[in-house]
């Protein structure tokens, strides 16, 4: 089972009456107050000044968490890199390679965070905060983080190769997510966070053209919304890498306009679409479409859930010094 609850075997006891700040398997808001009290400033700032050069780095920065949480939980395993033959990270594997960007951003947050706290913060909880402060720059909500991860010394390629894909069938996206213990709301809600970020042509271009062999694009799609698409993405293979917004009404903006494109038959990925047809996700996106506020408030609580998938506490995993490699 990928999916690790807090255990506290009966062996630990007594840790747990004496020295339970240090080792009790639970994450903490006031975590690194007293050992690192500018943490939270310093991952801000860092946010922040990336996206004011880059605007698409706030939605970078969230992949980034959800592509960490969805493999070994949030270990910062995504983080490392490879070593020669001697170490495999996950940097390479399918969903992640020339598509995963940000990594540069948590490397400089943490070399700031090392020159105030040194070997005090994990690169989990940086990522985990700097997902938090894209949001919000980006104009969503704003939730209090959990902390007290700690780092991966491993990382599993094969596992990243198997993060949810857009090919994919809505049952095995929701089996994925059922893994990690995410339910089918966690499943509509966090895939908005594709109001925000970028998709290249070929993880939907076989909507376009000749959906499933029919010689025809996919009904699903708005005729006009099609036309734009096909003009970006035109059929071969030269446009492949090309990019077009997740959510082309407001790209930058967090907001839940995700769904009504979705109810506007305006979805880029066929995994974003599928959840305005399908009984069992349809009203969810037509009340999101409806509430924004909804959506905001229902957002924060799904990524603290995510954020807590599999997370090591107490004496497992380390804190890194340096998010690429293990200690
Ligand atoms: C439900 C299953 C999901 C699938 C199948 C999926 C698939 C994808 C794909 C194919 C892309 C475009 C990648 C590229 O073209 O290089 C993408 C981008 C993105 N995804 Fe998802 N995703 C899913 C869930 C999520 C979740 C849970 C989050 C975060 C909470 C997320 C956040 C993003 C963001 C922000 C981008 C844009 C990144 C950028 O512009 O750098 N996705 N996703
Ligand atoms: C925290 O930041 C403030 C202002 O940036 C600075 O004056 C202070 O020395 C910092 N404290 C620590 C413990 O790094
Ligand atoms: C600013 O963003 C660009 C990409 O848009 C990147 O190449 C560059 O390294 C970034 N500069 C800084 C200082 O982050
Ligand atoms: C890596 O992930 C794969 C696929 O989820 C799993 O079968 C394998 O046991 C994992 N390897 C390790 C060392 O955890
Ligand atoms: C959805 O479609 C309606 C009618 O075509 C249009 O007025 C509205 O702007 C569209 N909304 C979005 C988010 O594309
Ligand atoms: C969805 O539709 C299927 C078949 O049409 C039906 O068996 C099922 O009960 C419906 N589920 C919900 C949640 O409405």
Known sequence: MEHKSCKLPFVRLFYILFLSHLVFCQLDYKYYD????????????????????????????????????????????????????????????????????????????????EKA?????????????????????????????????????TANKTAANELPSPFESLDTIIAKFNSKGLDIKDVVVLSGAHTIGFAQCFTFKSRLF?????????????????????????????????????????????????????VNSSGIL???????TDNRTASMVLNYNKYPFLFLKDFGASMVKMGNIGVLTGQDGEIRKNCKVVN
Not at 48 to 58: F, G, K, L
Not at 122 to 149: E, H, K, M, N, Q
Not at 270 to 275: C, E, G, N, R, T
């Open 34 to 113: 007293s050992t690192c009290p500018n943490l939270t400033r310093i991952v801000r700032y860092g946010v922040w000044s990336a996206i004011a050069n880059d605007s698409r780095m706030a939605a970078s920065l969230l992949r980034l968490h959800f592509h960490d949480c969805f493999v070994n939980g949030c270990d910062a395993s995504i983080l490392l890199d490879d070593i020669g033959s001697t170490f495999v990270g996950e940097k390479n594997a399918l969903g992640n390679r020339n598509s995963a960007r940000g990594y540069e951003v948590i490397d400089n947050i943490k070399a700031n965070v």
């Open 270 to 276: 066929q995994s974003d679409q599928v959840l305005g």
């Open 210 to 262: 000749n959906f499933g062999g029919s010689g025809k694009p996919d009904p699903e799609l708005d005729a006009s919304f099609l036309k734009g698409l096909q003009s970006v993405c035109p059929d071969q293979v030269d446009s492949d890498t090309n990019l077009v917004p997740l959510d082309s009404v407001t790209s930058t903006k967090f907001d839940n306009s995700y769904y009504k494109n979705i």
């Open 117 to 153: 706290c040194p070997s005090t913060v994990s690169c989990s909880d940086i990522l985990t905060l700097a997902a938090r402060d894209a949001v919000y720059f980006a104009g969503g909500s704003y939730w209090t983080v959990p902390l007290g991860r700690r780092d991966g010394r």
